[in-house]
């Protein structure tokens, strides 16, 4: 059975760190997995994917994340955080046609 | 900003009345699909329209009734609703196909008297 695991439930950043999410998958094919953000009050939003081939994937406002296929990981990862990167973020995988499993999410904060 | 566009973004309503959340995209998807989410936790999918048909009820009670009346268009039916109801309803399209990336909307914020 599918599974996301995001083990961190809240980080706290200083402004400028970097950072990295950890993100541990549990799918018996090749999976199809997602990074996704979400700010107070919004809807979520993608911030990057991956299908296959090329392990580290670039997404938006800066952020990648790398597939490690032996590890399950696909952890999410940015060298410099902006006050604007608060918000949860949430995991997820894709499993079949048109279902997706999300993890239950990291908060991040980030102090000035 | 978002491609999915859902009105109304918040909405109070009475354990009696009748209301609808509507959704609308315009980037060709032929997925659509309605989540609830109650604070600080992931999205929990209700219904999945594949092709403007009912593909994926996730157990749903009866009280939200799904509607689908065009490619563009997803529709929630609220009736009856309980306090417990209570949370942000999104709404996510994407094309049809393994591994599709959803797209979401912003959500109405739904509160029961």
């Known amino acids: 059975a599918q599974s996301v695991t995001q083990p961190d439930i809240h980080i706290t950043v200083s402004e400028g760190a970097s950072l990295e999410l950890r993100c541990n998958y549990s799918?018996?094919?090749?999976?199809?997995l997602f990074w996704y953000v979400q700010s107070p009050g919004q809807g979520l939003q993608l911030l990057l994917k991956?299908?296959?081939?090329?392990?580290l994937v670039q997404g938006i406002k800066g952020f990648e994340a790398e597939f490690k296929r032996s590890q399950s990981s696909f952890n999410l990862r940015k060298p410099s955080v902006h006050w604007s990167d608060a918000a949860e973020y949430f995991c997820a995988v894709g499993a079949g046609a048109n279902n997706l499993f999300f993890g239950t999410g990291t908060r991040l904060t980030v102090i000035p | 900003d978002t491609e999915v566009t859902q009105t109304p973004k918040h909405l109070v309503m009475g354990m009696t009345n009748k209301k609808s959340l509507k959704c609308e995209q315009h980037m060709g998807h032929r997925a659509m699909y309605w989540y609830k989410q109650k604070a600080k936790k992931p999205p929990e999918l209700m219904f999945v329209?594949?092709?403007?048909?009912?593909?994926i009820n996730e157990s749903v009670p009866s009280r939200f009734s799904p509607e689908c009346p065009n490619s563009s268009l997803l529709n929630l039916h609220l009736h009856a609703l309980q306090p417990e109801d209570s949370a942000l309803y999104l709404c996510?399209?994407?094309?049809?196909?393994?591994?599709?990336?959803?797209?979401f909307g912003d959500g109405t914020r739904l509160s029961i008297l």
């Open positions: 799918y018996g094919a090749t999976p199809y």
């Open positions: 996510a399209s994407s094309q049809i196909g393994e591994g599709q990336p959803q797209h």
């Open positions: 329209y594949s092709y403007e048909k009912l593909s």
């Open positions: 991956y299908f296959s081939g090329d392990t």
